[in-house]
Structure formats: structure tokens, C-alpha cells
């Protein structure tokens, strides 16, 4: 089964499997401030291509003129909903929707926000003849960024010096390597059912 065809069947599978709960989260958002329940940011993909990733908003409103692009520890600006959605990932699922369309894939890089895919070396920016993800490794591996970043001194330092170029390498090393058993193995291990540390480990 190609990777597209893959992604097509779980992603549309999961929308419907999963409508009831989105519908909750949904009202739930809604509840906590009246704001918008969904929250777009533009990313840049696939070619160097830039879409409007979908999340449920986790943040108050308007919260990237307030601060960071990244997420910092206990961020004044998560809303009390937004902490528990970010904790279970749950914020994530919305961008089924991104799979559907094919500006995602379930498993690959995480896309990052512009500013940080312009200061890519030429190397670096090998990444983007990859389709972006819901998860990769280096999600996994960064699944406490936020708390290993509150430790920084300066964490836009931090994550531009040392995390994005890691969490780069760690995608391009995966990429040589996968296929769609690998990529069922990756999803498993985010959901907590497969030990992370055998990823390394299971080869093509």
C-alpha cells in the first residue's frame, strides 16, 4: 500500500471514528472563552510550501502577538482547557484534516513555522522534500520540549541552535529508512504502545 494511500485510509477512518470526541473538545474550547475553537498558523511543507496547519486552540486569543512562537513551560498564555488538550495531544487530531487533503502525512517532520525554516543551512533545508507529520521521531524523542526549553537560558537560542537542527538530522536519518511498517511502528510508540527505544533499533 502506497504511503499516500496509507494516510488516506487512517486519516479518514480516524475523522469519523473520532467525531464524537472532537465534537466535545469542540464545545469545550468554545466554553472556556467564547473564542475560536480552532486555531490555523501558517507552517511551511512539502517544497517549501506554505499551508495552514489545524489545531484546537490551546491559547488565548490573539496569543502570537503576545509572545514566543515556541512554547515555553507553564506558558501564561495556555488557557486552562489548552493544558489539558496539549497534555493528552488532543490538540493535534484536527490535523487529520491536513492528511485528508495531502498537505500532511500521518508520520513525518514536524513543519515549522517560517521564521525558523529561513535561517535553514543548504543542508538543512533537505527537509523539505519531505511531506510533513503528525509525529515523527523527534517528537517523540522532544515530547517535553516545552519543559527541557523553560530550563534554558535563552530558549529561542536553544531551540534554533540545538533542537531544530537535531530534531532535523533525526527526520533525514528515519526518511533513508521508511516505510509503512516503520511509520505504524512510529505511531504506536506516540500513543505509548510501542517502546520508543526499540525505534531505533527496527530497520526497513
Known sequence: MPKRL????????????????????????????????????VRIGRGG????????RT????AERQGRSITVGQDPRITRIGRRLRATKLDEIPQLLNVLVGEMSLVGP??????YVDLYTESQRAILALRPGI??????????????????ENPDETYIQVLL???????????????LRTDFLVILATLGLYPEARLQGDRA
Open 59 to 62: 491559547m488565548v486569543v490573539d
Open 110 to 115: 514536524r513543519p515549522e513555522v517560517p521564521r
Open 135 to 152: 509525529t515523527d521521531l523527534a517528537s517523540i524523542k522532544y515530547r517535553n520540549e516545552s519543559e527541557l526549553l523553560a530550563e534554558a
Open 6 to 41: 496509507f494516510d488516506l485510509f487512517w486519516s479518514a477512518l480516524g475523522l469519523a471514528l473520532l467525531s464524537p470526541l472532537l465534537l466535545l473538545v469542540a464545545l469545550a474550547v468554545k466554553a472556556e472563552d467564547g473564542g475560536p475553537v480552532f486555531f490555523r498558523q
Open 165 to 179: 537542527p537535531d530534531k532535523i538530522r533525526i527526520n533525514l536519518d528515519y526518511a533513508v529508512r521508511a516505510n
Open 49 to 56: 510550501r506554505p499551508f495552514g496547519i489545524w489545531k484546537f
